[in-house]
C-alpha cells in the first residue's frame, strides 16, 4: 500500500512587544494597518504565538480578544520561555532601545521595529552596529517605503524619467520628530542625503517640536519642510519639482499626483504644468504586510536587505540631531 507523506510546511514563530494600537488595533486609536493583521496575512510563513504587554489593564484587554495567545508580562520572560524568530516591537519611543538590546542577547534572527530605534542618535548607531556584528536582521517600520507606486517614483527618479530634481516642498503635522521624521525619512529614501541648513522653532513640544526646516538635498536643490497645526487637519505631503514634472505624494501617501509640463497654448514662449493631471492611486493599506514580507525574505535568505534598513534609519536621526541642537541648544 503506497502511503503519500505528508510534509508539513515549516513556519517561523514570532512575538509582539507591547499590544497597544498599533500592534493589535484594539484600543481608542483605529489604524487600518496593524503588525497583527500582516502576521495573519502571512500565516502561512509565520505564527504569532505570544505578546509581551507589561501593564495589566491592557494586556487584559488584550487577552480577551486574543485568547489563544500566550501573554508575559515582561521581556526577559519571554525570550527565557520561547523561541521566536522574528520579534515585533511596538512599544513606546523610549523603550525600543532596551528591548532591541535584548533581542540582539537572545540571537532573535529578525526585528521588526517601529521607529525610530532609539530617542538618541549615537545610542541608534551602537544599535546599527551590533546587529551588522549578529547577524540580526532589521526592519524599521517606515512604512511609506513599503508601498509600491512610492517605490516606482524612486526609480522613476533615478533613471531621471522628470528629468533633475529642482525642489523639493514637503509639509508635516506639528511635531518634526514624531510625525516630521516619516516625512525627513522619504525625502532620504528618494535623494539618500538630506542636508541640514537653517531651522526655526515654530511651537516648542514636550521634547519635541513644530519646526521650519530649510535644507539641501545636493549641492544646488533646496529642500523646504513646514510644519501644520494637527488641530486643524493631519497633513502629509511631499512635492518634488523636477525639469519635466511635479510629481505630488499626497493624501498621507494614499495618493500621487504627476502634473507633466506642457506648451501653455496662450503664452505660446513659456512652459506651464498640465492641469490634467495623471493620478496614481497607493497600495498603501499591504505596507506593512510588505514591510513583513521583506523581513521575512531576508530572514530566509531569499532577499539580500531590507527595505528599511538602520543604515538608512541612522540618516534621519542624524538630521534630526543636527536640528535639535541648532533649534534646541
Known amino acids: 500500500m503506497n502511503r503519500k507523506l505528508s510534509i508539513k510546511k ?24 496593524t503588525h497583527v493583521k500582516s502576521y495573519y496575512a502571512l500565516s502561512d510563513q509565520i505564527e504569532l504565538f505570544a505578546f509581551v504587554e507589561p501593564y495589566k489593564e491592557r494586556r487584559r484587554i488584550a487577552k480577551s480578544v486574543f485568547q489563544d495567545f ?26 525600543h532601545e532596551e528591548v532591541l538590546n535584548k533581542a540582539f542577547d537572545a540571537n532573535i534572527r ?33 512604512f511609506r517605503r513599503f508601498i509600491p ?24 503635522a506639528d511635531t518634526y520628530i514624531h510625525n516630521g521624521s516619516h516625512l525627513i525619512d522619504l525625502i532620504q529614501f528618494f535623494c539618500d542625503e538630506l542636508k541640514n541648513i537653517y531651522a526655526h522653532l515654530k511651537e516648542s513640544y514636550l521634547n519635541d517640536g513644530s519646526i521650519f526646516i530649510y535644507s539641501k538635498v545636493s549641492e544646488d536643490v533646496p529642500c523646504i519642510l513646514q510644519p501644520f497645526t494637527r488641530n486643524l487637519y493631519n497633513i502629509f505631503e511631499l512635492d518634488i519639482f523636477c525639469e519635466k514634472a511635479r510629481i505630488r505624494i ?12 506642457k506648451q501653455d497654448n496662450h503664452f505660446t ?9 495623471e493620478t496614481i492611486l497607493c497600495n498603501w493599506q499591504d505596507s506593512f504586510t510588505s514591510a513583513l514580507s521583506n523581513l521575512i525574505d531576508v530572514v530566509e535568505g ?4 531590507t527595505m528599511s534598513p538602520p543604515e538608512q534609519s541612522l540618516m534621519s536621526l542624524l538630521f534630526i540631531k543636527e536640528i535639535k541642537e541648532m533649534v534646541f541648544n
Open 149 to 172: 507606486e512610492i517605490r516606482k517614483i524612486k526609480e522613476d527618479l533615478i533613471d531621471r524619467v522628470f528629468g533633475d530634481i529642482k525642489l523639493i516642498n514637503g509639509f508635516y
Open 250 to 261: 499626497c493624501e498621507n501617501g494614499r495618493r500621487i499626483e504627476v502634473y507633466h509640463v
Open 70 to 95: 500566550k501573554f508575559y508580562e515582561n521581556i526577559d520572560d519571554l525570550l527565557n520561555s520561547e523561541k521566536i524568530d522574528i520579534l515585533s516591537i511596538c512599544t513606546p519611543d523610549e523603550f
Open 110 to 142: 529578525g526585528i521588526w521595529c517601529e521607529k525610530p530605534m532609539a530617542l538618541d542618535f549615537n545610542e541608534a548607531r551602537k544599535i546599527a552596529d551590533k546587529a551588522r556584528m549578529s547577524g540580526a536582521v532589521i526592519q524599521v517600520n517606515f
Open 302 to 305: 531569499r532577499e539580500g536587505s
Open 10 to 33: 515549516h513556519r517561523l514563530r514570532a512575538a509582539i512587544v507591547g499590544a497597544g494600537a498599533i500592534a493589535t488595533g484594539i484600543g481608542e486609536k483605529q489604524y487600518p494597518m
Open 269 to 277: 514662449h513659456l512652459k506651464i504644468l498640465n492641469p490634467e493631471h
